[in-house]
């Protein structure tokens, strides 16, 4: 662990000195002087003199430094039969018409700007478009119902919201104008402006007045130039389930979000500018926004943007197609993804179709990466199957193996080793630290470093009653697990009442709100089990009133539960 450990000692020994390193690799406006404020603990602030624009890193820079023609998103959706690859030129002058379209409609440094849509790369121009303005954009999954698009909309209150006509799954069409009409009939929030792609496959109705049609709009909207913002000022607000059934508006900076991806891309994933890196996941999730988008992109490699599925779209090789068509040299996805391809695919057959040289790394995260579908995938592919855990507070690894850096033994079952800037302590409820195979509390040592959450958007008061209560001076992950007398981490599953479903996190509480409309529901709980594709799926148990007729229940519970986004069983 010689070079691992001495870029670690380092980064927890004098942190300003190791990040202030790392922010010369990003183009300031404005160089900070100052590396970390800690006047108001437990709110630090990393560079808070700098200022920079997270879209002009992205790209102007790229362009300008001669990789105006090198691709830099290809965009494969075998749901629509289409390819289409975006040079770094091509993504930045669509991105700048954008933030001119905006921009006309009234959007400004510091306004919200709510993104609902699906995998296409409207979804990525409309995020560096708000990056550009120094507006702040808050991306909800597409297909999320109107309840839940209706609270982010209250809690965001965006100027405006960007959409599309509908989201295309392999064996269904989903409307997603009718679910934004009704989010905004709930919302208390007055109505925003919209503005919704119309797709070919489904074209909607526009409310005259209020929704303007992306197409139009970028007929006539003319580019505009980035505009400088506080390192300290929020880039994105990304909303995650609490344990309240509320859900979270965590916050990203500019600054140090920028300077902890490009440390990653390095250092972590071992990625190049120009070498093609593909996270396989959805718009909506932090994994997209960490590693579709900004990520690979401050870099300068080109990322892969995939509208499809890993099985039936059209079988279970669509995985290995992408990474031999585009030359894949890193695939990040979750568990989930490979288990599926393994139950369609167990001897590896549609694997051995395609030429997998360029690939050179498969990471995963989400969701526990257990040993039987490390082992699988380890022996069907023979490259390093690397697992590695954070969250979407923190934005990107606490715990990894650090392939650019130096590559450890893998350990199944092991997240490996904290990465530097996560001062890592397992802890028993009295605060002491736990013994090696100890299992206990995942806390992370204030502060936590650049790049993860400043706080809670408009809650400071639930941000540290949520994170930093249960023990002072520390970060509490939710998560529980031990760490081995090699140091590495082992994570066991969360300690509060959040589901992990396919990578995705649920709040029991609020599907248990849920059930307990239901006129008919005296009592009810929803648990998770195990289940073998998707690591968790929640159960739902329900006492009736006396007298109650249970006639239809499942029916109507399962309408109601599309609502958080769970089907549950009952």
Known sequence: MGAYRELFDVSITDPTGFWGQAAKTVSWTRTPQRILDDSNPPFYR??????????????????????????????????????????????????????????????????????YMPMVPEAVIAMLACARLGAVHSVVFGGFAAHELATRIDDARPSVIVSASCGIEPTRLIEYKPMLDAALEMAEHPAATCVILQRDQHRCQLIAGRDHDWQELMATAEPVDPVPVKATDPLYVLYTSGTTGKPK????????????????????????????????????????????????????????????????????????????????KALFTAPTAIRAIRKEDPEGEHLARYDLSSLKYLFQAGERLDPDTYQWASAKLGIPVVDHWWQTETGWAIAGNPM????????????????PGYDLK??????????????????????????????????????????????????????????????????????????????????????????????????????????????????????LKAGANPDGLPTSWSARCARTSARSRV
């Open 46 to 115: 990393w560079f808070p003199d700098g200022e920079l624009n997270t879209c002009a890193n992205a790209l102007d820079r790229h362009v300008a430094s001669g990789r105006a023609d090198q691709p830099a998103l290809i965009y494969d959706s075998p749901v629509t039969g289409t390819k289409r690859i975006y040079t770094y030129r091509e993504l930045l002058d669509q991105t700048a018409r954008f933030a001119g379209a905006l921009r006309g409609l009234g959007v400004d440094r510091g306004d919200r700007v709510v993104i």
């Open 249 to 328: 508006g965590i916050v990203r900076d500019n600054g140090g979000h920028a300077v902890a991806l490009l440390w990653t891309m390095r250092h972590h994933y071992d990625i190049a500018p120009g070498e093609v890196f593909w996270a396989a996941s959805d718009v909506g999730w932090v994994v997209d926004h960490s590693y579709i988008v900004y990520g690979p992109l401050l870099l300068g490699a080109t990322t892969v943007l995939y509208e499809g599925k890993p099985v039936g779209t059209p079988d279970p090789g669509a995985f290995w197609r992408v990474v031999s068509e585009h030359k894949v």
């Open 404 to 419: 650019g850096v130096e590559p450890h033994p893998i350990k199944p079952g092991s997240a490996t080793v904290p990465m």
């Open 426 to 543: 397992v802890l028993r409820p009295d605060a002491t630290p736990c013994a090696a195979n100890e299992e206990g509390s995942i806390c992370l040592r204030l502060p936590l470093p650049p790049g993860t959450l400043p706080t809670l958007w408009g809650d400071d008061d639930r941000y540290v009653a949520s994170y930093l209560s249960a023990f002072p001076g520390y970060y509490l992950t939710g998560d529980g697990g031990y760490v081995d007398e090699d140091g590495y981490l082992f994570v066991m599953g969360r300690t509060d009442d959040v589901i992990n479903v396919a990578g995705h996190r649920l709040s029991t509480g609020a599907i248990e709100a849920v059930l307990a409309e239901h006129p008919a529901v005296a009592e009810c709980a929803v648990i998770g089990v195990a289940d073998e594709l998707r690591g968790q799926v929640p159960r739902g148990f329900v006492v």
